[in-house]
């Protein structure tokens, strides 16, 4: 940050009084790990994953089909039924032309923008899907309510999760 | 005031680990084990309070990821970040408000999900005053229990005895996860945490999940056939400057329970009080709440404790059940409520009819809550 670029009152702070530590601050690096129980929904869709599947699981009571699965119906709020493998294809509910990394840091001059998307599921009732990435798409001509298809790493690539899809690719 | 009851309850087991479940298939297990108590359906229950710290779920914004386990979808619902009496207030308000007749409240524990525990517990520490020196957090328990110890003529032989009673009672407490036969001795023998504070007078964490139901005079008078009356509620908290704050005496309780004995109408609580929970994170604390709740005179806690003349935390406590984080108010809430019904089974007391429950959300902070809970 270049303070001089402000217009101030009395003596300004200079940057370099920042960088010198004359102005003081206490700095912090905590430590703070964690680790999940994924439980019983979490860990079989995990699992699905791992052997390529998605795997999604219905509900006996408003039929509906989800994907991520989960082991109790948030609206009928009751035990869910079976579990059911589904299709890895789906379509494009939503998507973004993402030109910074997470960090907010602009991607290089040139390199091919990110593709966030949200995919329904084949198979999965209406609204069920799952956030992903598109590749092998050109930004210009992918459109909501596009066709797409998982494109999984290798089985012994494959660790139960949620990158084991490399990508969604549109389906033509 | 309106009146509010509390007309259903839910506790899942508390469990050193649950690697079987996670934290949303927990909370599910008890929102439905309380609205099942109830005699309600997800869809009756208008709004949620969730009690939760994100930097112990993990989460940035935690109680955004609560609405589905708890039947809350597309309903009001808020976080407290505090214990789960707090949480119950927060309702008991909502519901005075005229906004809402029946509100659900939630806490829980995934203690077990955290991998560096005293990173977290450090990272309440004041970082310019304080974090520095490096200390484990266990060395606040340690300088207040020396404290108190001085200033009342308490022994850390009655604070054994504290472990030895808590430990037995959550032997008949099918909830609890640390029941124990154990001696005196034990509890002294046990290696010093930070001196006065051993190993044994440190309850050990827990994961679990409560949920309770309350609800206006109306709607628990109509849903319940033995609703539990709120009478009391207090809440209060002390500075958290660990150079200023009162270390002999717990305040935040004193001010918590003076604040609910008013509103209950409670002039002597030794006697018109027939059940107790209070927290008893360590095990001093105990002595040190049930003095500042007015429970028995300054420096006779542990007296009474040791020669069995009183018998606080049928439940088990902290101490016996394992510490639930937030939720470890909820547990001590769930006792009172279950002795209040007559569902106490074993621990059944054979007088009932008033009940306490006292929270501390533990070091290094001084807040803590009083509910006070009525068959009428």
């Known amino acids: ?37 994924t439980g019983q929904a979490v860990g079989r869709y995990l699992d699905g994953l791992k052997e390529g599947k998605l795997i999604g699981k219905k509900c006996g009571g408003c039929n509906r089909i989800m994907i991520p699965p989960r082991m109790f119906c948030e609206l009928c709020f009751k035990d869910t039924g079976d579990w059911v493998e ?25 390199a091919l923008p990110h593709l966030p998307a949200v995919i329904e599921i084949d198979g999965a009732s209406e609204g069920m ?10 930004p210009k001509e992918i459109k909501i309510g596009m066709k797409v298809k998982a494109v999984w790493k290798t089985a012994n690539e494959r660790a139960g999760a949620i990158t084991d899809i490399r990508y969604f690719k549109p389906l033509r | 005031m309106k009146r509010v009851a509390i007309i259903g309850a839910g506790s899942t087991k508390h469990r050193e680990r649950s690697p079987e479940q996670s934290y949303r298939e927990m909370i599910f297990e008890a929102a439905r084990m309380a609205y099942k108590d109830a005699g309600i359906s997800h869809k009756e229950v208008e709004s949620f309070v969730t009690c939760a710290e994100d930097f112990t779920e993990g989460y940035s914004i935690a109680d955004e990821y609560t609405p589905d386990q708890l039947g809350a979808v597309l309903k009001p619902m808020q976080t407290v970040p505090g214990d789960f009496i707090q949480g119950l207030a927060t309702a008991y308000m909502m519901i005075q408000s005229g906004l809402f007749r029946i509100v659900a409240v939630e806490a829980h524990s995934k203690y077990s999900n955290i991998k560096t525990p005293n990173e977290v517990a450090a990272f309440a520490f004041d970082p310019v005053y304080n974090r520095p020196l490096g200390f484990n957090p266990h060395f606040v328990a340690g300088l207040e229990m020396n404290r108190y110890l001085n200033d009342t003529g308490a022994t850390a032989t009655q604070c054994a005895a504290v472990v030895v009673k808590n430990r037995k009672n959550a032997l008949k407490n099918p909830l609890a996860a640390y029941g124990a036969e154990l001696k005196i001795s034990d509890i002294e023998g046990s290696e010093e945490i930070s001196w006065p504070l051993r190993k044994a007078d440190v309850s050990e964490r827990a994961d679990g999940s409560v949920v309770m139901v309350v609800a206006d005079a109306d709607a628990a008078r109509s849903l319940s056939k033995r609703p539990v009356w709120i009478n009391g509620l207090g809440w ?3 500075t958290p400057g660990l150079e200023t704050r009162e270390w002999g005496r717990a305040v935040y309780a004193e001010l918590a329970a003076k604040m609910a004995y ?29 003095e500042a709740l007015s429970i028995c005179e300054k420096g006779t806690a542990g007296k009474l404790i040791l020669e069995g003349k009183i018998a606080p935390n049928t439940s088990g406590g902290s101490l016996g059940m394992g510490h639930l984080l937030e939720a470890s108010g909820a547990a001590r809430t ?14 059944q007391l054979k007088k009932a009819d008033a009940g306490l429950a006292q929270s501390w959300r533990g070091v290094p902070t001084t807040t803590g809550a009083v509910i006070i809970l009525g068959n009428s």
């Open chain 1, 1 to 37: 940050m270049v303070l001089e670029k402000f217009e101030l009152k009395g003596t300004g702070l200079k940057s370099q009084a920042v960088k010198d530590g004359s102005v003081l601050t206490m700095p912090c690096n905590p430590k703070l790990q964690y680790s999940w129980d």
């Open chain 1, 86 to 110: 589904l299709e890895d294809t789906g379509k494009v509910n939503t998507f973004s032309i993402c030109h910074v990394n997470w960090d907010a840091s602009r991607l290089p001059q040139g």
């Open chain 1, 129 to 138: 899907g799952i956030l992903h990435v598109l590749g092998e798409a050109d």
């Open chain 2, 236 to 238: 209060a908290s002390d």
């Open chain 2, 262 to 290: 008013r509103m209950a109408s409670i002039k002597d609580p030794a006697k018109e009080i027939d059940v107790v929970e209070v927290d008893d994170e360590y095990s001093y604390k105990e002595l040190q709440h049930l």
């Open chain 2, 334 to 347: 769930y006792e009172v409520l279950m002795q209040l019904r007559g569902d106490a089974g074993e621990r």
